[in-house]
């Protein structure tokens, strides 16, 4: 049984883990991520969970990395540190991810809440990769992510002042397909995972796959990426089933094959 995160049984595909560590505005200690990979592991394996929402609390979606935890580790501890096992599970995690973000979503918690494939927040959420200010720089994948998701130059403005930005900003900027009221935050995350886990889960997948391509990837072995996977579709029976519904005038029935 995970301390430091709720996790809820999948609802009609949709598994929710909510981190809870009030006392430290859900500063992401290594017992957390490690629960939290631990979680996503299980939830790789699970069939029945099509896509996760992951949330926090109404203050803090997360402040960051423990920072007395990191006080406590030199540059050997930071070399051997476990917690990069976590981010790196964490990051291969093969189902789709919406954040629900309310309050502050801050160095760890930001970087986090990028591994996301979708994110709502609150009104008032506010994100921003605070290290600079500690002396150091976003160690999981902050530099990268930010810039692939709000341009160049609103991330190292982040990055070098240290200054969070509002959830508006982040709309506008890219980070952030919703803004809600903050207490609709969580209802509107599961919604989209929801709608998402009616449809077929390989189609899901290759697609959330190609997605990603278009990050890490030039334009052309992109598109070679998109059409191979857009092939491999032609021969799952949700295809099948997919365009036999819509000449039916039915909902389809996805079986994942
Ligand atoms: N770590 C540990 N404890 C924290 C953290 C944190 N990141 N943030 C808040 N807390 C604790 C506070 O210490 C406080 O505890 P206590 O009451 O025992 O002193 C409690 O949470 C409440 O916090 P505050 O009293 O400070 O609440 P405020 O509303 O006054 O302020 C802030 C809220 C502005 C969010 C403030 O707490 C703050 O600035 N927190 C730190 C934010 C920050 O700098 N985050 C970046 C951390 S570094 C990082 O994330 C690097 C990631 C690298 C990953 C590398 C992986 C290998």
Known sequence: MPNHLIVEEPQRGVLRITLHRP?????????????????LTAAEQDPEVRAVVITGSQRAFAAGADIKEMAERDLVGILE??????????????????AAVNGFCLGGGCELAMHADILVAGE???FGQPEINLGIMPGAGGTQRLVRA???????QMVLTGEPI????AREAGLVSEITQPELTVERAIAIAETIATKAPL????????????????????????????????????REEGIRAFQEKRPATFSGH
Request: proline share 2%; hydrophobic share 45%; no cysteine.
């Open 23 to 39: 006392e430290a505005l859900n500063a992401l200690n290594t017992a957390l991520l490690g629960e939290l990979a631990e979680s």
């Open 81 to 98: 540190d476990p917690r990069q096992r976590h981010w790196a599970t964490i990051a291969r995690f093969g189902k789709p991810i919406v």
């Open 124 to 126: 008032d959420a506010r």
């Open 150 to 156: 709000v341009g160049k130059a609103l991330a190292t």
């Open 166 to 169: 509002s959830a508006r900003r």
């Open 203 to 238: 189609a899901v997948r290759l697609a959330r796959e190609a997605l990603h391509k278009a990050e890490d990837t030039d334009l052309a072995t992109g598109l070679r990426f998109e059409r191979h996977a857009f092939t491999l579709l032609a021969g799952t029976d949700d």
